[in-house]
């Protein structure tokens, strides 16, 4: 399992040097810049909904988990230099890219249904949204994690069945688009 993984990592990787990916992987790199500069439900000061991880889905969809990765890495500090709030934090990079990683290794390539699309969503709800962004609030913010993850908690389960939702649409999309199984 593990050395499928790599290789397609590496796959899509190589692909990377294709003139029409690059620009594809641009145009939803802009897209997801927009989306998430502009569009964005605030449930708290530290968690909100937003959707453009709809434009890093349908580049790990198309193109594999590395041009994901750098789609979403990409975008968190466009969107931050479009945007600062506080201060550049590269923990947060490293959650975006790892959400691009997830989805590449959930969609590229694969029959996509709503059980892998439930899975891939999952384990960006509970791994990197849940866990890792609270220890990044918690470095960066001072705060203390029991008294902010409730809150992160309630948030994320409230836009989990909106993200499932949209992803499962997109992905319905692309597949009829592009002719996958």
């Known amino acids: 399992m593990v050395q499928n993984w790599l290789k397609e990592i590496r796959e899509s990787a190589r692909d990377l040097k294709n003139t029409r990916v690059m ?27 937003t959707f453009g991880f709809l434009a890093v889905a349908a580049c790990a969809y198309l193109f594999g988990p590395t041009p994901a990765m750098l789609v979403a890495a990409l975008s968190d ?12 934090f590269p923990g947060y990079t490293l959650t975006a890219a790892l959400g691009g990683l997830i989805y590449g290794l959930f969609f590229y390539r694969k029959s996509v249904g709503i059980v892998r699309i439930l899975l891939s969503q999952a384990a960006i709800t509970i791994f990197l949204n849940i866990a890792l962004n609270s220890l990044w609030v918690v470095l960066t913010q001072g705060k203390a994690l029991l008294a902010i993850l409730p809150l992160r908690v309630t948030a994320n389960a409230i836009g989990y069945p909106i993200y499932v939702a949209l992803l499962f649409f997109l992905l319905l999309f692309l597949k009829r688009q592009f002719k996958r199984a």
Do not use: D, K, Q, W
């Open 23 to 49: 620009v594809t992987c641009a145009m939803l790199l802009a897209l997801e810049v927009a989306l998430n500069a502009t569009i964005a439900i605030y449930l708290s000061p530290s968690s909100r909904i």
């Open 77 to 88: 500090v466009l969107v931050y230099l479009l945007h600062p709030t506080g201060f550049y």
